[in-house]
């Protein structure tokens, strides 16, 4: 069950192990955006901005911060075969993730959740999310190079760790005119 649910993987041979966002199959365990005709897209990541700052205060309760603590804003385009598809809004406790800065964050080549995983200690294991259909907001639309209020899909995310530990909030502005948001039931 903890396997299938991927918290643990096997290898043969070698044992079982708790599993790891390094592995190439759970790289992208929390991208759910599929090609329409369908099969994972090729995505690029570009680091927008990196900044320490006070979250607003939905943010905050979210991640059980105390007042007056700071979050780690991170804003990060993610490109799907070539084009611009998610602008990811994350906001991460700063006592959980002192020294990542946008240099970091750019010079790392792999999945986010990984870089979180072998430099910070912080293992995401599950995640809610909230879809919704919006107008695209115009600071948003703007870095999407998009029209103002076109039809966007918003995804709001709380990933949590151990003992539901909530570690990061994301708010992704999803554009779905040549992909789709894929949720397998199981």
């Known amino acids: 069950s903890l396997v299938a649910d991927g918290y643990l993987v096997r290898h043969q041979g070698k044992g079982t192990f708790v599993s790891s966002h390094q592995e190439e199959r759970n790289q ?3 991208l759910r955006l599929r090609r329409d005709e ?25 991640l059980h911060m105390r007042a007056g603590e700071y979050a780690l804003f991170i804003r990060r385009m993610l490109s799907v ?6 602008l990811d809004e994350l906001w991460l406790p700063g006592n959980l993730f002192r020294g990542l800065t946008q240099d970091r964050l750019q010079s790392y080549k792999g999945p986010l959740y990984a870089l979180f995983e072998g430099n910070f200690g912080t293992r995401m294991l ?10 695209c907001p115009q600071e948003q639309a703007g870095l999407l190079g998009v029209e103002v209020g ?11 760790t151990y003992q539901e530990r909530p570690v990061e909030v994301r708010r ?13 039931l199981v």
């Open 126 to 135: 599950r995640a809610r999310e909230h879809l919704k259909a919006i107008a």
């Open 28 to 30: 992208f365990r929390f």
């Open 81 to 86: 075969d070539k084009l611009p598809a998610v």
């Open 172 to 184: 992704g502005y999803y554009l779905t005119a040549k992909h789709h948001y894929l949720n397998a």
């Open 38 to 62: 369908g099969g994972l897209p090729e995505t690029e990541s570009t680091i927008l901005g990196c900044r320490r700052v006070r979250p607003p205060n939905d943010v905050a309760r979210e």
């Open 150 to 160: 076109i039809p966007v899909l918003l995804v709001d995310r709380l990933s949590t």
